[in-house]
């Protein structure tokens, strides 16, 4: 019986070309670690990972064109068996309990050490999962909450732009009624009865981000 010595092969998905180049530098320093591919969205993400089979993506969520969460189920779909880490900057628990049902089997803030990197990568090659204990306790305080669906998060999107209904159904292609009854959805899932705590809340839970 013979070993597998080839390296692990690594796809780095960052709409940041410093980050990108940030992590291919680190994992330069590893000898059974190989960076294959880089993309900075999550439709490039989906091409690479078809043409490049990489054994483990690190992949951002926030990106252009496609972002992380979409781009993880689908590749999800495409191979059940794909190994994905989240990397990312932020730590709200919502995105965190999103991208572990998209199918993530790893999570890492950036600011994480290299030392920290290569193990979560050396774990999910090897059919582990890698979620830090503190985000594992939150996500297990976080409780079966319902999760908003792609079209509720674009309506609460707009919401915090300050749009109306007529507003928001005019830039989906949707009628007012239908904008109503998401709003009514979102105010039932987010526990609120108005817009503003409905804004609050979805901010509160990462789900949106209010640039300053």
Do not use: W
Not at 32 to 43: E, F, K, L, T
């Amino acid at each position: 019986m013979t070993l597998d010595v080839s390296p692990i092969t690594v796809l780095c998905v960052d709409d940041h070309r410093l980050m990108r180049d940030g992590v291919t530098h680190i994992l330069e320093r590893y000898e059974d670690v190989a960076v294959v591919g880089h993309a900075s969205n999550g439709r490039e993400a989906i091409d690479l990972y078809e043409r490049l089979k990489p054994r483990v993506t690190l992949m951002d969520l926030q990106m252009p064109v496609m972002n992380g969460l979409d781009s993880i189920q689908v590749i999800r779909r495409i191979d059940p068996s794909a190994r994905i880490v989240v990397l990312t900057m932020y730590q709200g628990d919502e995105d965190t309990f999103r991208a572990l049902q998209a199918g993530a089997v790893g999570y890492l803030l950036k600011d994480s050490v290299p030392e920290e990197l290569i193990r979560v990568i050396r774990e999910v090659n090897a059919g582990r999962n890698a979620i830090p204990p503190d985000v594992a306790a939150k996500l297990a305080a976080r409780g079966p909450r319902p999760s908003l669906t792609a079209r509720e998060l674009q309506v609460v999107e707009l919401l915090t732009t300050g749009m109306r209904n007529k507003e928001i159904a005019a830039r989906l292609g949707i009628s007012e009624d239908t904008v109503r009854m998401h709003v009514k959805g979102i105010f039932t899932k987010l526990q609120v009865h108005d817009r503003t705590a409905a804004l609050a809340e979805a901010v509160r839970r990462k789900l949106v981000r209010i640039e300053s």
